[in-house]
């Protein structure tokens, strides 16, 4: 079975543009994880989805930041306008009601805005 | 307070030892725990998850929670210079979505 799918794997944009994110989950995952990975504050959850519903976007940044789940099998996270301190690693993870809350991590995009 | 508490590391074992690993959570709500392995620029890897008091083993892997004291351990039996890597600890409070990581501790196995 395919894992989570991201793309771009790698993105370098200017600050200014517009930024969007993919993710398709593992086919039948019905929650949708989006994290954000630095250095200095480590792995950080930005919002989840369950069933196609955004449950809990408290660590959102600020409204630069969106997200939307339109179907069962894709994301997208958008980012507008992009700033430097945007640049990160960003991770979509999936999960399966009722099996622990084991969730499984897509390879990631490496967002670089200069 | 951070919620999940990893020492940062390095934590240098020389290869064929016993690497430990340590997390304490500060909230009491927290049911199930979760190891993560996360080589340099790759993803987090799933590797151990436990929910109950007491020791799981898997392979080379032993987890450890201790719920009275909010500890748990990862123990790496015979590392090898391939379990080098950041392992992140995570924990979830039951009937919760919300998985809050770790910072990580970095491990090196020297040969």
């Known amino acids: 079975d395919a894992g989570v799918i991201q793309s771009p794997r790698h993105e370098v944009t200017e600050m200014g543009q517009e930024v969007t994110l993919r993710c398709k989950p593992i086919s039948g995952h019905d929650y949708l994880f989006w994290y954000r990975q630095t250095m200095m504050r480590g792995l950080e959850l930005l919002i989840y989805?369950?069933?196609?519903?955004?449950?809990?976007d408290s660590g959102m940044p600020e409204d630069r930041f969106s997200a939307k789940m339109p179907n069962a099998s894709f994301s997208t996270l958008k980012i507008q306008p992009s700033e430097p301190r945007d640049s990160a690693v960003y991770f979509c993870?999936?999960?399966?009601?009722?099996?622990?809350?084991?969730?499984?991590f897509g390879p990631g995009t490496r967002l670089t805005v200069t | 307070q951070k919620e999940v508490e990893q020492n940062s590391g390095p934590l240098s074992v020389p290869e064929g030892a016993i690497a430990s690993l340590n997390c304490t959570y500060s909230?009491?709500?927290?049911?199930?725990f979760f190891w993560y392995r996360q080589y340099s620029g790759k993803s987090p890897e799933l590797i151990m998850s436990i929910y109950s008091n007491g020791d799981k083993e898997d392979g080379r892997f032993t987890a450890q929670l201790n719920k009275a004291s909010q500890y748990v351990s990862l123990l790496i039996r015979d590392s090898q210079p391939s379990d080098s890597a950041t392992y992140l600890c995570?924990?979830?409070?039951?009937?919760?979505?919300?998985?809050?990581f770790g910072t990580g501790t970095k491990l090196q196995v020297i040969p």
């Open positions: 995570a924990a979830i409070i039951q009937g919760y979505q919300k998985v809050t």
């Open positions: 989805f369950n069933n196609n519903v955004p449950i809990d």
């Open positions: 909230d009491r709500g927290s049911q199930s």
């Open positions: 993870a999936s999960s399966l009601e009722g099996s622990g809350y084991e969730q499984y």
